[in-house]
T-cell receptor, first 115, second 114 residues
Framework: ELKVEQNPLFLSMQEGKNYTIYCNYS?????LYWYRQDPGKSLESLFV?????AVKQEGRLMASLDTKARLSTLHITAAVHDLSATYFC???????????????FGKGTKLSVKP | SQTIHQWPATLVQPVGSPLSLECTVE??????LYWYRQAAGRGLQLLFY??????ISSEVPQNLSASRPQDRQFILSSKKLLLSDSGFYLC?????????????FGPGTRLTVT
């Protein structure tokens, strides 16, 4: 069974601290996506990781992909309140026999950054 | 540039009533289209996807159906809503390339079944 597991599911952290969110998946895939969702809003694309060893950075967020370990990380540096949101990773299952561009999403990590 | 629209934005419907949610995409041709549902505080569940007009694939058996009458229009329907159909419905599109099928999401429809 194809699984995409994120941890932690809930994360409360103080401003200025660093932390990492993990995304493990159970099938071979070399395409992984990170999305952000603010409360009551839709999903916003953050990062597209398309190969083993891919690393992308935007502001205080950095995402990486290790396809051999089937693991992606989203690292938060010096968190600020504006980063409070739910973060989803999604794995492209095309290589799993799925049709074009089917994504399997993790359950999301709800991040709360407190002053 | 590409944009995706969904309507209505919010909807309150009684159990047993019909449903029709609409999604349209502008600025691209022959997109892949998707319907997701997100229950309160939960992750995303893929309901349907379509790679072309009249081509619909269902991921989860349920009382919902989807149709794609035009290239950039995707409709989610039900004949009789259940309480468990409540949730946040998101439409998404992608353009398939060999490199990536990154999906772009619409603003969503919040459905409450009473």
């Amino acid at each position: 069974e194809l699984k995409v597991e994120q941890n932690p599911l809930f994360l409360s952290m103080q401003e200025g601290k660093n932390y990492t969110i993990y995304c493990n998946y159970s099938t071979t895939s070399d395409r992984l996506y990170w999305y952000r969702q603010d409360p009551g809003k839709s999903l916003e694309s953050l990062f597209v990781l398309l190969s083993n060893g891919a690393v992308k950075q935007e502001g205080r967020l950095m995402a990486s992909l290790d396809t051999k370990a089937r693991l992606s990380t989203l690292h938060i540096t010096a968190a600020v309140h504006d980063l409070s949101a739910t973060y989803f990773c999604a794995v492209d299952i095309k290589n799993y026999g799925g049709s074009q561009g089917n994504l399997i999403f993790g359950k999301g990590t709800k991040l709360s950054v407190k002053p | 540039s590409q944009t995706i629209h969904q309507w209505p934005a919010t909807l309150v419907q009684p159990v047993g009533s019909p449903l029709s949610l609409e999604c349209t995409v502008e600025g691209t041709s022959n997109p892949n289209l998707y319907w997701y549902r997100q229950a309160a505080g939960r992750g995303l569940q893929l309901l349907f996807y379509s790679v072309g007009i009249g081509q619909i694939s269902s991921e989860v058996p349920q009382n919902l159906s989807a149709s794609r009458p035009q290239d950039r229009q995707f409709i989610l329907s039900s004949k009789k809503l259940l309480l468990s159909d409540s949730g946040f419905y998101l439409c998404a599109w992608s353009v398939g390339t060999r490199a990536s099928y990154e999906q772009y999401f619409g603003p969503g429809t919040r459905l409450t079944v009473t």
